[in-house]
């Protein structure tokens, strides 16, 4: 069964704390791993899209990787507006998309 | 602006009552999605439809139903057989079931 485990579930950090979330996957064949924002009573926002080991995307202060076994969403510096939860999904051959619990992230001035 | 339009944005319903919700897109799309959205939970897929006057079910179908006779509009109806129906719903659409998906700002129903 396919499954994704997001770490950690919630974090702290102080503005300017530099730190990374974790998305790690069980999946018979990745076919892409997507990462989203999803601010409070807000649909999720579309941020990342990864399809094979070694790929790297960067937006802003946002930098996500992918490994065979895991993605990780690293924040650079971030700001109070880069408080959210932040939802990784993986892509299955069989076209199935399972979504991860997500992280909240806080950032505090 | 292209975009996925929910309404409405919050919603009430009586048990025993069939309710339904709204999903409009004008992105061109041929795949549209509604998930269901539980607080400590991520998004668990309710239908799918991979293209006009076809839908399959998702991993939690029971309890809803949808339509899709048109590309742009992919409703909803939650109906009374759906025992634990409070949720965020949240409709999504992409260019094909092996691309992003763009989603709409959800629908908040609550049971009372």
């Known amino acids: 069964e396919d499954q994704v485990t997001q770490s950690p579930e919630a974090l702290r950090l102080q503005e300017g704390e530099s730190s990374s979330l974790n998305c790690s996957y069980t999946v018979s064949g990745l076919r892409g791993l997507f990462w989203y924002r999803q601010d409070p009573g807000k649909g999720p926002e579309f941020l990342f899209t990864l399809y094979s080991a070694g790929e790297e995307k960067e937006k802003e202060r946002l930098k996500a990787t992918l490994t065979k076994k895991e993605s990780f969403l690293h924040i650079t510096a971030p700001k109070p507006e880069d408080s959210a939860t932040y939802l990784c999904?993986?892509?299955?051959?069989?076209?199935?998309?399972?979504f991860g619990a997500g992280t909240i992230l806080r950032v505090k001035s | 602006d292209g975009g996925i339009t929910q309404s409405p944005k919050y919603l009430f319903r009586k048990e025993g009552q069939n309710v339904t919700l709204s999903c409009e897109q004008n992105l061109n799309h041929d795949a549209m999605y509604w998930y269901r959205q539980d607080p400590g939970q991520g998004l668990r897929l309710i239908y799918y439809?991979?293209?006009?006057?076809?839908?399959q079910k998702g991993d939690i179908a029971e309890g809803y139903s949808v339509s899709r006779e048109k590309k742009e509009s992919f409703p909803l109806t939650v109906t009374s057989a759906q025992k634990n129906p409070t949720a965020f719903y949240l409709c999504a659409s992409s260019i094909d079931l092996a691309a992003e998906a763009f989603f709409g700002q959800g629908t908040r129903l609550t049971v009372v």
């Open positions: 999904a993986v892509l299955s051959y069989g076209n199935k998309l399972v």
């Open positions: 439809s991979q293209i006009v006057n076809d839908f």
